[in-house]
């Protein structure tokens, strides 16, 4: 008896079903997010524990002001915007899963995409973060509301991101709640919820960092970030630092959890590695050469990132360090055997994640202010404070992408699922 | 698997601790709120308020000045002349690196006294370059030096500002008479605009500014010398306060050799439109097409 009417009783009844049972999805996530093994209290107490020195550090910001930082009016962006720079980045890297995943119908990878899509959802956490901590009025934030304050679009880059960044939140945040809520209601998600919107997440992460790279190399009066390969070099170190990441949360969620994580999906993203790390390693050594061989007062802030300016030298151990860091990460990803020696490919990960935090966070910005606009070299490394700050901000992305996985693992081995009782008017 | 109710309790008393130690650590915003007025947090930009909003908001200001200073002052907002366009010249043949524009920008615009801060560097050049990098802000000797020049940079006031262009909130514009002003009280203090700034012009307020009741220049206009909020922008404003009443601007009138030049270029017969046109006039950093309002000349 399948009436055009019962059909219509038969969803209604699912609609219906699907809004009862939400509260029972969010009740029951926050029971997986507070419950496991000893382990898990003890990762979870001591992020918790860092969290609150930095919630700490930054009330004392707000009340004294930003002079408590490192920053002058000669470095007026450090630590903070450096850190958003390379979280935007490991934001978008996580659609490295997702193309696969998508457009190329890996089914391994599409087992396990959702690491990647909580990834983006903690990252962009963290970015987001990064600039409420930088800004000197966390008070007039409503200012920047679109309708509500004065939004300067498009004219200003930063509106841009303002929108692209909440945006690249929520898509992921409708994706990995809809396929979740999905499983945990035991049905199977109707692609024309989530597929058009994953394909717009694509789009969308190659959006956000070349906004962000936008923001930087629009400024004339900055020779250092105003180049027009400093975009590409932002996208290509994203899908560097996103699958090296990826590949290290890969074998942790294997290790600690009875998820089913296989050796495909991570032999895939080595091999997406093996490619974009010597990209970026090219992309780097073309801004150089143009920096060196051009000379002139253009490249006085690639050599005092390098080589140091007038005695000041600060940044130049790190700088270093990141260099070789990349460049043996680059050598271990093309030429070891992911199946037979994995842990020399995680060691190269974690190379290579430093090394792009330096290269696109201090390195990135701190030269683009030294020397000033009016040639005055004066330096710049964060102080107590905004470690304090920063390693908290990160201690809570690590919360929402621990206790996101969490959820997801729960839901996806079956032992976090809709109540039985519900099913009784079921047909 | 333990006891349940065990292990409730256990949870309820880490959510309990954990919310302790959160109160804990944001305890010291307290301090702040107290700063905080719900006027000041309402406050529409200074394009949005009527007559009667602005008068609310100038008493607010010297209120809570004389409150946290213990100055008396009168805050009033002065508005552009029609018809009055602002320029700059500086001759860079007679300016001797005194500093004394410096000094008085310091003092005239309620500048932190602490850092000693004030909207003019001047740089000490070596004679056979204009190149900034040969230049020196540091210069510690009598002057002037033999084989130097000198060349104060304040903000050029520029026709295509960057740093109007990048502010996300439109807290920082471009007045009829050329002026690039700051809305103090609607900027979020994200400092994109001191990035775009090719002069070094913009200034954070890092911290409050500090300084005794006495040395409080009480001459103080909405847009320009009041005394800045914590955690927002500033900049040089052409001493706004007094040249759109018809005075010179204090670094002007500090000047002992007479190298600063301030007028109307809608005005003909001004002494700057007789110097842009006689003399051999430059911008800096002309490349960037940012159309100064600022402009530098030699005299032989």
């Not at chain 2, 471009?174 to 994200?190: A, F, L, R």
């Not at chain 2, 600063?260 to 001004?270: E, H, I, M, Q, T």
């Not at chain 2, 110097?275 to 032989?300: A, S």
Request: negative net charge; glycine residues 8%.
């Amino acid at each position: 008896m399948s009436t055009p009417s019962s059909e219509q009783e038969v969803h209604e009844h699912g609609v219906t079903e699907a809004v009862i049972s939400y509260p029972q999805f969010l009740w029951k996530a926050l029971g997986v997010a507070t419950d496991g093994n000893a382990l898990f209290y003890v990762w979870m107490t001591a992020l918790t524990a860092v969290w609150l020195v930095g919630i700490n550090a930054f009330a004392h910001q707000i009340v004294q002001g930003q002079g408590l930082t490192a920053m002058t009016d000669h470095v007026s962006w450090g630590m903070y915007i450096g850190n958003f720079t390379f979280a935007v980045g490991l934001a978008a890297g996580a659609v490295m899963m997702v193309i696969p995943a998508y457009l190329y119908h890996d089914e391994d990878m599409h087992d396990v995409v959702i690491v990647g899509e909580i990834l983006a959802i903690a990252a962009v956490a963290v970015a987001l973060a990064f600039v409420n901590v930088d800004i000197g009025r966390i008070d007039r934030l409503w200012h920047i509301i679109p309708f509500i304050g004065r939004f300067n679009f498009p004219v200003s880059m930063l509106t841009w991101d303002i929108i692209v960044l909440p945006g690249y939140f929520l898509i992921n945040l409708h994706v990995v709640g809809y396929l979740l809520y999905m499983r945990f209601l035991g049905r199977k998600p109707n692609p024309k919820w989530y597929i058009p919107v994953v394909l717009l997440s694509i789009v969308w992460a190659v959006s956000i960092h070349t906004v962000t790279a936008f923001l930087y190399s629009g400024l004339g009066g900055r020779p250092f970030w105003n180049s027009a390969i400093l975009a590409p070099r932002f996208v290509v170190s994203a899908f560097v630092s996103g699958p090296a990441f990826i590949v290290l949360a890969l074998q942790i969620v294997r290790r600690f959890s009875d998820f089913y994580v296989g050796h495909k999906p991570i032999v895939t993203l080595i091999n997406i590695l093996r490619i974009t790390a010597v990209v970026n390693l090219f992309l780097v050594g073309a801004e150089v050469f143009t920096e060196f061989y051009t000379g002139g007062s253009h490249v006085a802030a690639a050599e005092y990132l390098y080589f140091g300016l007038h005695g000041k030298n600060a940044l130049v151990p790190w700088i270093w360090t990141a260099v070789v860091c990349n460049v043996v990460a680059a050598g271990i990803f093309l030429t070891v055997d992911p199946r037979k020696n994995l842990w020399i490919i995680d060691v190269a990960c974690v190379m290579t994640l430093f090394g792009l935090w330096v290269e696109k966070g201090l390195g990135l910005i701190v030269p683009g202010f030294v020397p000033s606009t009016l040639h005055e070299v004066v330096e710049y490394l964060p102080n107590a404070l905004e470690w304090k700050i920063s390693l908290g901000i990160w201690a809570l992305g690590l919360i929402i992408f621990t206790l996101g996985l969490k959820i997801a693992v729960a839901v996806f081995t079956g032992t976090m699922h809709v109540d039985a009782a519900h099913d009784a008017g079921e047909v | 698997m333990s006891d349940p109710s065990r292990r409730t309790m256990l949870k309820g008393a880490g959510a309990t601790l954990g919310a302790a130690a959160f109160a804990r650590a944001v305890a010291p915003i307290t301090e702040w709120t107290n700063d905080l007025s719900v006027e000041g947090f309402l406050q529409k930009h200074y394009k949005e308020l009527t007559v009667e909003d602005m008068s609310a908001v100038l008493a607010r200001i010297e209120r809570e000045t004389e409150e946290q200073y213990g100055a008396k002052v009168s805050v009033e907002d002065v508005r552009p002349t029609p018809g009055v366009q602002f320029a700059y010249a500086l001759n860079l043949s007679v300016c001797i690196g005194c500093r004394r524009c410096a000094k008085a920008c310091h003092e005239e615009n309620n500048h932190d006294r602490a850092t000693n801060n004030s909207y003019i560097r001047v740089l000490e050049m070596t004679n056979g370059s204009l190149n900034l990098e040969h230049g020196t802000v540091t210069y510690d000797h009598a002057v002037p030096a033999p084989g130097k020049f000198y060349m104060p940079v304040q903000c050029h006031q520029c026709d295509n500002a960057p740093c109007v262009r990048v502010c996300p909130v439109e807290a920082t514009w471009k007045e009829s008479d050329g002026i690039v002003v700051v809305d103090y009280d609607w900027c979020i203090g994200c400092r994109y605009c001191e990035a775009a700034c090719p002069y070094h012009a913009r200034r954070f307020n890092w911290s409050k500014p500090e300084i005794p009741a006495d040395e409080i220049n009480p001459d103080q206009a909405y847009l320009s010398n009041r005394i800045r909020p914590q955690g927002v922008m500033e900049k040089c404003t052409f001493c706004l306060h007094r040249t759109r009443r018809g005075k010179l601007p204090a670094c002007l009138e500090a000047c002992p050799t007479g190298a600063r030049v301030f007028g109307n270029l809608a005005d003909p017969d001004s002494e700057i439109r007789w110097v842009l046109e006689n003399k051999r006039v430059f911008v800096l950093k002309e490349d960037l097409g940012t159309q100064p309002r600022f402009f530098y000349f030699f005299d032989e």
